[in-house]
C-alpha cells in the first residue's frame, strides 16, 4: 500500500510539473491536489511503518512548486491576442472566397425527385 501510495505521489506531482510550465497551467492545480493528498498518505504511512524514505518530501517539494510556478503564472502572466486587426483581415478575406465559392455553385443541375406525402403516411 506504501510503495503504491508513493508511486502516485510521484506521478501526480511530475505530471503537476509539467502542467504548471505549459501553457494549460491552471490545469495543475488538480493533480498537484491528488499529489499533496498522496504525499500525506505516503508520509503516515512509512511513519508508522517506523522508515520515512526520502522520496516522500522530494515528491511533496515538487508539488509545491508546481503549485507555485502555477500562483506565479496566474498573477503575474497576462496574456494578450496580438495582430488582431490581422485576423480580421484573414477572417473577412476567408468569408468573401467562401461566398464566391457558393455564387459559383451550379445548383440548377442538381435533380430533386418527388416524394409522394401519401407514402409516407404523415398524419396530423
Given at each position: 500500500?506504501?510503495?503504491?501510495?508513493?508511486?502516485?505521489a510521484i506521478i501526480t506531482s511530475s505530471i503537476?510539473?509539467?502542467?504548471s510550465v505549459l501553457p494549460i497551467s491552471n490545469l495543475s492545480?488538480?493533480?498537484?491536489?491528488?499529489?499533496?493528498?498522496f504525499c500525506g498518505i505516503a508520509y503516515f504511512l512509512s511513519k508508522k511503518a517506523g522508515k520515512l524514505k526520502k522520496i516522500i518530501p522530494f515528491t511533496f517539494?515538487?508539488?509545491?512548486?508546481a503549485l507555485s510556478i502555477t500562483t506565479y503564472k496566474a498573477f503575474f502572466v497576462k496574456n494578450?491576442?496580438?495582430?488582431?486587426?490581422?485576423?480580421?483581415e484573414k477572417e473577412a478575406q476567408f468569408e468573401e472566397e467562401a461566398i464566391e465559392e457558393l455564387e459559383n455553385l451550379d445548383l440548377e443541375s442538381i435533380e430533386i425527385e418527388d416524394v409522394e406525402l401519401e407514402s409516407l403516411n404523415l398524419e396530423n
Open positions: 500500500m506504501k510503495k503504491t501510495v508513493t508511486i502516485l503537476a510539473i509539467i502542467f492545480i488538480f493533480p498537484a491536489a491528488f499529489a499533496l493528498i517539494l515538487l508539488t509545491i512548486c494578450e491576442v496580438v495582430n488582431t486587426p490581422v485576423l480580421d
